[in-house]
């Protein structure tokens, strides 16, 4: 009874001082309150559940509620992977950390940081129980997307920059940066067409009269001079009369024939 009790208070004080430290390292973070809502704690508190049982042999229930946590947070974190204490992941969408990860106290993780190994071309062709992924120590910093690949080792208070890719050993205290976008002057020359959205008239630009006149113009020579101007031509204007048309009478037409008699020749008598 005694040991369950001093296993719970152990518990509710690394949880206390989960909280603590996302309040210290995230400016964001309001209240007690407000950082339960943090998907770093979700995860951070299902991984050791998980872990537990990961080494006492549940190594199935462990992997079901690694899958539970990455479905809710979009934090991946393999339940044999050892973790220290003060540990913050800030945002925390898509962070991978492998099965053989040791990370250390005091470390703290942007979102998008992958803790990986090389390829499984090369970590099958390692000995059974080899280290496959990286060794993070203590009070390391790993910027947004970095990715820290195969089994390496950062050193303590080591910082790696955003989208830096780490292939090799860091001593401590080292800074690793990514290269830095290169930003250029507008080049010389004429401007760029303009991409309009269809549908949209621009209007065309204005254009001196000269440079309209110009094209229709000789290459060389003095300018014709102008023609004269033709005389105006009086044109009188024509007087339509109407035609009268005379009534004319109409000739007699002959009247409706009466009927048709033939004449019928007599019959002969008795």
Do not use: N
């Amino acid at each position: 009874m005694r040991r369950c009790d001093r296993a719970l208070r152990a518990a509710a004080a690394r949880m206390r001082e989960d909280v603590a430290t996302v309040r210290a390292k995230d400016p964001a973070a309001g209240s007690r309150r407000e950082v339960l809502l943090y998907p770093h704690i979700h995860a951070l508190w299902t991984y050791r559940v998980a872990h537990r049982l990961w080494r006492r042999g549940h190594r199935l229930t462990a992997r079901a509620l690694s899958l539970g946590a990455r479905a809710v947070t979009g934090i991946e974190i393999h339940p044999a992977a050892v973790i220290g204490r003060r540990f913050f992941i800030d945002h925390g969408t898509a962070v991978v950390i492998g099965a053989t990860v040791r990370i250390g106290d005091d470390v703290m993780l942007y979102h998008q940081v992958t803790l990986g190994s090389t390829g499984w071309w090369k970590d099958m062709r390692r000995p059974a129980g080899a280290r496959r992924h990286p060794v993070v120590e203590d009070g390391v910093v790993i910027g947004t997307g970095a990715s820290v690949l195969g089994p390496v080792t950062v050193g303590a208070g080591a910082r790696i920059g955003a989208h830096a890719v780490v292939l090799t050993d860091v001593a401590p205290g080292v800074r690793v940066t990514a290269p830095v976008a290169e930003i250029h002057p507008p080049a010389a020359g004429p401007p760029t067409a303009t991409v309009h959205p269809p549908g949209v008239t621009v209007p065309a630009p204005a254009q001196p009269a000269a440079a309209l006149v110009a094209p229709l113009l000789p290459a060389a020579g003095p300018a014709p001079e102008p023609a004269a101007a033709p005389a105006p031509v009086r044109i009188r204007p024509v007087r339509i009369r109407p035609v009268r048309v005379r009534a004319t009478r109409a000739a007699a037409l002959p009247s409706a024939p009466g009927p048709v008699r033939h004449a019928v020749p007599p019959t002969a008598g008795p």
